[in-house]
């Protein structure tokens, strides 16, 4: 294979992205996607204070939670990142 063209990853499209070129000059006018809104299909875990400490220090927490990625959230609604849930063990994946 000389190339690749990625045309479609989850619901992006290629038709929806912009060249490094257009971001530059068009900068003020992009709408751009949170990461939230990247990962909004996924469940969430609210974390409390506490938890939320230990999660952002790599311990792993025990939740009772099928096996999956979720997104990660502090009691006061501020966005963390990303948690796997493996074994009813939640660990750090990507914290924002």
Do not use: A
Not at 64 to 74: A, H, K, M, T
């Amino acid at each position: 294979m000389k190339s690749l063209i990625r045309t479609k990853v989850g619901y992006f499209e290629i038709e929806d992205s912009i060249t490094l070129e257009d971001l530059e000059k068009n900068k003020e006018n992009l709408k751009i996607i949170s990461v939230q809104e990247i990962f909004k299909n996924l469940e969430n875990i609210i974390l409390n204070s506490r938890k939320e400490e230990l999660f952002l220090n790599g311990v792993k927490l025990t939740f009772e939670l099928p096996d999956g990625i979720y997104n990660i959230y502090s009691k006061d609604s501020r966005y963390i990142g990303l948690g796997v849930v493996k074994d009813n063990l939640l660990k750090r994946d990507i914290v924002i």
